[in-house]
């Protein structure tokens, strides 16, 4: 029999600035694969590979609030952003996508994940079965075709991408493929591809809902915007916002610090209750409550609010409460479309939208 080649053990002394670095990457590698990966491994995987992009990544995650600051940045100059840049940039966004089960993104954000996946797939230099595996086992498997069930290779991941954007265009698909987005994260972390122009050239349109979801992403790990805490801000006297009022529900509005909005609810009557919400992550999701609870979809069951229509009388009664301290208030149909009408009237006024720009861009999609 032929000798065997021998494996050898190598032990090496590193900085505990490299050890931190290691298991940075050791995370993410266990993060796409679904399983857990040895610091030992990624040593390896290191040695026998160009270790740059992934050393890179991993002290981009170190400071992730201040490396997307930077990444935003590059972006909206038409800066080149490097592999490791928008491999960040694609973590965030799995783990956004990933993120808040009842609140899932929008199909529109979905599109973007897959176009982008789409996009960079097809700069890749040599076919690899096994990673083509792992990408349809990320897409919906009704729509691969039927005779390659059991194929995994560029063209049926190609074919499988192309139908589940086709179902996603139709608007009354109401499914998300959630765990697409590790795709696109997993092609720039593991593919050998044609170079970085080529790369930036293929998802420099798609960086706004990346960013987005990167954004919703950061807010899920972290708790907090993607916000400059370091930028001098000059005391500016903002004008007032004025009140907005319909069926004698009125809408009022004060800036906070950090360029945050919170809003308060005032009911009818010379006593009537008034009700605050904010920041951005509550009036957001109240917002897409008032949108989603009607006579049709009689049920919302969100991260914050839980919402619900009842018949009295044969008339429908609209519901909702705080999940944080179980506060509800009820309302009639009409009352309930007043409220509705009140805050679409408040977020057409141009202070109420470019506020709320800014902060989709700080919190992302929620």
Known sequence: MPDQPQTQTLSLRISEALRKRLEQIRELAALRKGEAVSTSEIAKQLLESSPTDRMELAELLQEPTDSLLQIRKKCQGQQPISRAEWTALAYYAQQGAEAFGKNPISRESCIALLESFQAVHRLRKKANPETDGYYLGNLPSEFRAEEKKNAASHDVVRHTVAETLRALADPSTNW???????????????????????????????????????????????????????????????????????????????????????????????????????????????????????????????????????????????????????ITFGFSEEEWNAVRKLFRRAWEMPEIQAIWDTLTMEYGEL
């Open 176 to 326: 998300t493929p959630t765990f697409a987005a590790r795709n696109l994260f997993g092609f720039l972390e593991d593919e050998e591809i044609a170079g970085t122009d080529a790369l930036n050239h293929a998802l420099r349109p798609y960086w706004q809902p990346l960013w987005k979801l990167a954004a919703r992403g950061h807010y899920f790990l972290h708790r907090e915007p993607i916000r400059d805490k370091t930028r001098r801000k000059d005391f500016i006297v903002q004008p007032a916002i004025p009140n907005v009022t319909e069926a004698k529900y009125t809408l009022s509005f004060a800036r906070v610090e950090g360029n945050e909005l919170h809003l308060l609810l005032s009911f009818p009557g010379p006593r009537g209750t008034m009700y605050p919400m904010g920041p951005y992550p509550v009036i957001s999701e109240f917002r897409a409550m008032l949108t989603g609870l009607t006579t049709k979809a009689r049920s919302w069951d969100g991260q914050r609010f839980l919402a619900y229509v009842t018949d009295r009388d044969d008339d429908n009664e609209f519901w909702f409460r705080a999940h944080e301290n179980g």
